[in-house]
């Protein structure tokens, strides 16, 4: 707990939020079990973390994976859960590849209905890794954004997994992932995560080094697309991430 109370604090100095995964579906990991166990490191979390404003929650990582799966259900009574520890948090889920768009580029309504409805704050999908993703980024968000609108639940979209180098012989150029993030800020995202193969396993060295040649350039070109060669805001001067105007304002939660 200390471990992560100190990232966090590292990270509000220097302006920066934390994304904190909170369960995981994943078989081989300890959180694979029911709801009222979770429910007991879902409240854990979120008190602990009370508080403090730089921080968002991923409550379970891709939900619906085969591994040990929460239903949409499961997810609302875990938000439930979370904001009777922390009323203020801001909270989504993550699912995997096909459950918000399928490989048809479909979109799944009945499932963007289902997260919103469990209370989330923001969508953060893991769009398929298909060989045209960068080409079709934009066309995807654009089909998020324009059902939450539609509906009458405006609220951020957040690129939470895309592709990646080395994920299953994958290699998409430094060209395509600033391709995609160009694309995916026009299109209006809230953000948008470069999800390295390096990922944080800070035992080997720091991110940077272990980023391969492809992953170092497209780091390179990705300021410049975002903010435009402008440098950020100083710290002193930047909301908490609690207050940020991203796309658009959170609307209220469904009740519970």
């Not at 048809?104 to 993703?133: C, F, K």
């Not at 998020?144 to 539609?150: A, D, M, N, R, S």
């Not at 994958?170 to 390295?196: K, S």
């Not at 391969?212 to 909301?239: C, I, L, N, Q, Y």
């Amino acid at each position: 707990e200390q471990t992560l109370l100190d990232l966090i604090t590292a990270a509000d100095a220097r302006s920066l939020a934390v994304d904190v995964t909170v369960l995981n579906s994943d078989t081989h990991t300890k959180n694979s079990f029911g709801v009222p166990e979770r429910g007991k490191v879902v409240a854990s979390v979120f008190s602990a973390l009370k508080g403090r404003t730089n921080v968002f929650y991923d409550i379970m990582n891709e939900h619906d994976h085969e591994g040990t799966p929460a239903s949409h259900s499961d997810i609302k009574a875990l938000i439930k859960i979370a904001r009777a520890s922390n009323a203020g948090a801001l909270i989504t889920v993550s699912s995997t590849e096909p459950h918000l768009i399928d490989p048809d580029e479909r979109l799944q309504p009945g499932n963007v209905d289902a997260e919103i409805d469990a209370g989330v704050d923001m969508l953060t999908p893991h769009l398929r890794r298909s060989p045209d993703w960068y080409l079709v980024t934009a066309a995807r968000v654009k089909m998020l954004k324009g059902y939450l609108e539609q509906t009458g639940h405006v609220m951020p979209v957040y690129l939470n997994e895309e592709a990646r180098r080395g994920y299953h012989d994958f290699y998409p150029p430094a060209g395509h992932l600033v391709d995609a993030l160009r694309a995916a800020h026009a299109a209006g995202v809230a953000g948008y995560n470069f999800h390295t193969g390096a990922c944080f396993d800070l035992r080997k060295g720091t991110l940077f080094d272990q980023l391969d040649a492809e992953e170092k350039k497209a780091v390179s070109m990705m300021p410049a697309v975002v903010f435009g060669g402008a440098r950020p805001a100083p710290a002193s001067t930047r909301p908490s991430v609690q207050n940020i105007p991203m796309d658009a304002p959170t609307p209220s939660r469904p009740a519970s």
